[in-house]
């Protein structure tokens, strides 16, 4: 089970049950999401532990979580995580439960990161809309430096492969 903290925005659209958050059962936390009102709309899913950031179609909204893990499977793919990392982390996210945003930090990451995947967009002239391009923009942004990875491992692309090392020595 998962929490994903929804921004406003999100919640006005998918209007789900909202609970007080809790502990994820996930290795990579909770949640934090945001629409991109690009022409097709597009989610932007940020981890609260590692602010990996994973951008999918947003429709049909209503699915958005149930979607989520297997898009989720194939930026980590993308970033050369294992199978079995990818595999329990899949598995751990079969339920989620929706909550506001707490985090203001973690917020804060998500709104530059939407700037940036507009950057990105015009830079390369990926298609809104196209699945391979959103996957390679989610990479992109995970090479970002961010502030409250500093005394870490800086990006979020370094801060997952620290915690799937650690996780596997478990």
Known sequence: ??????????????????????????NLGSWYATILFWKPQVALLVSECTLLPVLMPLAPAATLARRFPAQLALVLKEHGVSSEFIAQEVWRMDKV??????????????????????????????????DDDLLAISAKLAETPCSPLYKGPISPDKALHE????????
């Not at 089970?1 to 059962?25: E, N, W, Y």
């Not at 945003?101 to 967009?121: C, D, H, M």
Request: glycine share 4%; hydrophobic share 40%; with cysteine.
């Open 1 to 26: 089970m998962f929490h994903l903290h929804c921004t406003k925005k999100l919640l006005d659209r998918i209007k789900p049950d909202i609970v007080t958050a809790g502990h994820s059962d996930t």
């Open 97 to 130: 439960q929706y909550a506001k945003t707490a985090n203001r930090s973690v917020v804060g990451i998500l709104n530059e990161f939407v700037r940036q995947a507009e950057f990105w967009l015009a830079a390369y002239a990926y298609q809104k809309g196209d």
């Open 163 to 170: 915690l799937v090392k650690a996780s596997s020595q478990i």
